[in-house]
C-alpha cells in the first residue's frame, strides 16, 4: 500500500489510523511471511512507519470479529453448519465497537501508537452459531469436519490456497492462542477505555444485525 499511503501524505492528509489485526505479536519487521494475514498488516504498518513516521499514524489491532459468523450465513439458516472445529475458542469483538474505537482515535488522536482490541466475552464456534440460531428463532446443528473436508469446502468458496492453510491452522492448530498472550488483558479495557462505553457482547451485536443474517 505504499503508493496509497504516499499519495495521502502528498494530498495533505495528516493523520492516519489503521486497523490491522491483534496476531501481530512480535516486531512488524520480524512476523513469519508464512503466517499470511499478520504478514500482511505487518507490511503496511511497515509503510506507515516509513511515510509517516511514528507520530502520524496509530494502527487498531482487533481480535476475532464478530462478523465472521456472516460467513455461515446460508448454513445458519439450512440449520446445519459444518466446521473444522467447532470447539475452537475465540473473542468475537463487536463491528461496531471497533468502528468506535477507530473513529474515536481519527478524531482525538491516541497516546499510543498500537491499540489493542478484544471483545468481552469468549466462546467457541459451536456456541457462537447458537446463539445466532437462536435469535433466528432456529435450530442449528453444528457437526465437525475433517481438514481435507474443510479446505474442500473453503477452496469451493473461492479462497486461495495459503488463506485456506492459514485458516485451518488458526481454527485447528492454535485456536484462541492469542486470548492467552500478555497483551490482552490491557486489550480488553480499550473498547471502554477509547469508545466510553461497555463493549457489546456477542447477543447484542447477533440482534442488532439480525437482518444481516437474512439478505
Not at 513469519?32 to 504498518?45: C, G, L, R
Not at 446445519?80 to 475452537?88: H, S, T
Not at 490491557?186 to 437482518?211: C, K
Request: hydrophobic share 45%; charged share 20%; with cysteine.
Amino acid at each position: 500500500m505504499r503508493v496509497a499511503l504516499r499519495a495521502l501524505k502528498e494530498s495533505g492528509v495528516e493523520f492516519v489510523v489503521f486497523l490491522s489485526s491483534f496476531i501481530i505479536l512480535t516486531d512488524i519487521h520480524e512476523v513469519d511471511p508464512s503466517d499470511i494475514v499478520p504478514w500482511e498488516h505487518a507490511q503496511v504498518e511497515i509503510a506507515l512507519e516509513e511515510i509517516y513516521g511514528s507520530s502520524g499514524y496509530v494502527t487498531v489491532r482487533p481480535a476475532f470479529c464478530a462478523s465472521h459468523l456472516l460467513h455461515e450465513k446460508q448454513a445458519i439458516l439450512r440449520g446445519q453448519v459444518r466446521l473444522p472445529n467447532p470447539d475452537a475458542t475465540f473473542d468475537f469483538i463487536s463491528s461496531e465497537d471497533i468502528g468506535h474505537v477507530t473513529g474515536t482515535i481519527l478524531v482525538n488522536g491516541a497516546q499510543e501508537r498500537i491499540v489493542r482490541l478484544l471483545g468481552p466475552e469468549t466462546m467457541t464456534l459451536r456456541e457462537a452459531v447458537r446463539t445466532v440460531g437462536h435469535a433466528l428463532g432456529k435450530e442449528v446443528q453444528v457437526t465437525s469436519i475433517t481438514r481435507g473436508e474443510a479446505a474442500a469446502q473453503m477452496e469451493a468458496a473461492g479462497m486461495p490456497p495459503a488463506m485456506i492453510q492459514w485458516h485451518l491452522h488458526n481454527v485447528i492448530d492454535r485456536a484462541g492462542w492469542y486470548l492467552e498472550s500478555p497483551e490482552a488483558l490491557i486489550a480488553r479495557e480499550n473498547i471502554q477505555r477509547y469508545a466510553q462505553h461497555p463493549p457489546q457482547r456477542l447477543q447484542q451485536w447477533v440482534e442488532s444485525n439480525l437482518a444481516k443474517f437474512l439478505e
